[in-house]
């Protein structure tokens, strides 16, 4: 398997815009989540599906996040409109998910840059 | 709340020496924890699991600990190499049922391995 793979790597755009993150989970994996990393901060949940179904959002930062997944194999996470203070790594990462969460497997992340 | 503390923050190895990495945790109700290793722009990578019902898990040079009473865990490196110079992080899912997607993480050790 290719493992998580995530896009782009690296965004930069400037304050205003849409941003779209995408993210395909490794198959046979029904659990999937959206982090993002800063110095200050570490590593914050921002959602979690589960069967493709968001369980938590709570750590969503503000009503300008959002994330879907449409299926098992594909999720977006969107921030519109873009600030600087979005400016992080942004990482997916998936499992398979029994009665607790199994061991985590992350993207490579994408490092979004807002001007 | 569940607070993971990783200490020292930084440390710096000659190559060949074997070395220890703490993660301290503040709830012993734990399912699980989970050590990553992190490169430079990269993804984290599991590294081991440990069950709450496990002792320790042992992964070639890569030897982890859990003393769930006392709220510890230690990786253990063995003959370290430049190769191993990376950030290590812990991370702990919560013995909660429905909520034990949670994983906390801490801030990470940054290893250097000096040749």
């Known amino acids: 398997d290719a493992g998580v793979i995530q896009s782009p790597r690296h965004e930069v755009t400037e304050m205003g815009q849409e941003v779209t993150l995408r993210c395909k989970p490794i198959s046979g994996h029904n659990s999937l989540f959206w982090y993002r990393q800063t110095m200050m901060r570490g590593l914050e949940l921002l959602i979690y599906?589960?069967?493709?179904?968001?369980?938590?959002d709570s750590g969503m930062p503000e009503d300008r996040f959002s994330a879907k997944m449409p299926n098992a194999s594909f999720s977006t996470l969107k921030i519109q409109p873009s600030e600087p203070r979005d400016s992080a790594v942004y990482f997916c990462a998936s499992s398979f998910r029994g009665a607790y969460t199994g061991e985590l497997f992350f993207g490579e992340g994408s490092r979004l840059t807002v001007l | 709340k569940q607070e993971v503390t990783q200490i020292p923050a930084a440390l710096s190895v000659p190559e060949g020496e074997n070395l220890v990495l703490n993660c301290s945790f503040t709830?012993?109700?734990?399912?699980?924890l989970q050590w990553f290793r992190q490169d430079p722009g990269k993804g984290l990578t599991s590294l081991l699991l440990i069950q709450s019902s496990q002792r320790e898990q042992t992964s070639g040079r890569l030897n982890a600990s859990l003393d769930k009473s006392s709220g510890r865990s230690t990786l253990y490196i063995a003959a370290s190499q430049p190769g191993d110079s990376a950030t290590y992080l812990c991370a702990v899912s919560p013995y909660s049922g429905a909520g034990s997607y949670q994983l906390t993480f801490g801030k990470g050790t940054k290893l250097s391995v000096i040749p």
């Open positions: 709830d012993s109700a734990i399912y699980n």
């Open positions: 599906f589960n069967n493709n179904v968001p369980i938590d």
